[in-house]
């Protein structure tokens, strides 16, 4: 009984802290990639997020966060808004 | 073209390299943009402090009748209104400058406003700018430029974009009164470069870059 559960722990520790979340964002206003740029740079250098992409012809920024990171939607308003842009929607 | 002319331009491009397109741009960008045609130069060397508002330093070159004026002056520079849509961006920019006018070795106050607005998707722009100086040396400067462009291809983040554009412009105070010019814009990243020839064969070479 003690190695089953030993096993589950440590299944269930490991799945939590290679658990990566991708957070998608559809923006309004998003039409050039020269104004655009400022959106990659401030998402960047945000210390929770690995990796930002910007897709134009879909109207979405795409956020890989870090394992174990989150970074709230109030956060991901404040650095769009502060570029420029309207949060159209969050999901995650 | 003569070599004064090359050095003049990669000092342009050199001084780009130091420091943006729009009036504001994100908060927190640094930019600056140089606007080179035979009549007219104008320097920007901007800071977005808010997303709404940036400062800048604002030099501007005017090839009148009687001479070369020089204007120089700090500028404050506000977004007044922005529509997001999904497909879409439109601004309105206005903003105000007082600072020197410098003609034949005499320097004079001058003050200069300006209201810009501009519409773009990923396929079409357009732009129209007026701007007014007022100074002790003489009458009012006003001018105003028009724009509008359509993209060939809609480029994404990774790619160049390219925009063929025409630009009209008038200016009842300079040497040129009004100028017509059909021009090519490029941009990839944070790097966005201009060039064209207007109807009378005046070259014109713009540069913006913001970080």
Request: a neutral charge; hydrophobic letters at 45%.
């Amino acid at each position: 009984m003690i190695k089953w559960f030993l096993a589950f722990f440590i299944l269930f520790t490991t799945s939590v802290l290679a658990y990566t979340k991708t957070v998608k964002i559809t923006v309004k206003g998003m039409v050039c990639g020269f104004c655009a740029q400022g959106v990659i740079k401030k998402f960047k250098s945000e210390p929770a997020i690995a990796k930002v992409e910007v897709s134009l012809e879909k109207k979405l920024v795409t956020l890989d966060l870090k394992k174990g990171q989150d970074f709230a939607d109030h956060k991901i308003e404040e650095i769009l808004t502060d570029a420029g842009y309207d949060v159209e929607k969050i999901e995650r | 073209m003569t070599a004064l002319r090359l050095l003049i331009i990669l000092n342009l491009i050199a001084m780009a390299s130091l420091a943006h397109a729009h009036p504001v741009a994100y908060k927190g960008a640094t930019g600056v943009m140089t606007w080179n045609q035979p009549f007219l130069g104008d320097d920007w060397l901007t800071y977005s402090f808010r997303p709404d508002a940036a400062v800048a330093a604002r030099h501007m070159r005017f090839e009148v009748p009687e001479g070369r004026l020089h204007f120089y002056g700090p500028q404050l520079d506000y977004l007044a209104k922005r529509w997001n849509q999904l497909d879409s961006q439109a601004n309105i920019y206005l903003y105000g400058s007082y600072g020197g006018l410098n003609f034949q070795d005499r320097t004079h106050g001058a003050g200069f406003g300006g209201v810009e607005a501009d519409a773009e998707s990923r396929k079409h722009f357009v732009m129209i700018r007026y701007e007014k100086m007022w100074s002790d040396l003489g009458p009012d400067f006003y001018h105003a430029e028009f724009r509008l462009g359509i993209a060939p291809y809609e480029a994404e983040m990774n790619e160049i974009a390219s925009w063929l554009m025409v630009q009209y412009q008038w200016h009842p105070m300079l040497t040129r009164k009004y100028a017509i010019t059909p021009l090519i814009r490029l941009f990839y990243k944070n790097v966005l470069f201009e060039s064209g020839v207007s109807t009378d064969g005046d070259w014109m070479l713009n540069f913006m870059f913001h970080f």
